[in-house]
């Protein structure tokens, strides 16, 4: 008798049949994620430097918009690098 996680396992499946990479895909997809690594620590280092004088010089409103704005870039950068990643993902499997 299968279980409830085998039966769940094999819908899914039937859904969305997996398949495996090639070492290609996987260098492409790794590529993907190097260059937006790159760009996310490239804007962590601008902006927390930014962050850093505001909080020296006393403006904490301008530290605190600086933060909102590291914490929005990161995200937005974060979705786009899922994004593309499933694009390229999509284009192996058609």
Avoid: C, H, V
């Amino acid at each position: 008798m299968k279980s409830a996680y085998e039966l769940a396992m094999e819908r899914l499946e039937k859904k969305a049949p997996s398949f495996a990479l090639t070492d290609e895909q996987k260098q492409q997809i790794a590529e993907i994620d190097s260059t937006f690594k790159a760009r996310i620590a490239e804007r962590e280092l601008f902006l927390k430097d930014q962050i850093d004088k505001a909080r020296e010089t006393g403006n904490l409103e301008e530290a605190d918009s600086l933060q909102k704005q590291l914490t929005l870039d990161l995200r937005r950068l974060q979705e786009d690098a899922a994004a593309k990643k499933e694009k390229l993902r999509a284009s192996f499997s058609a």
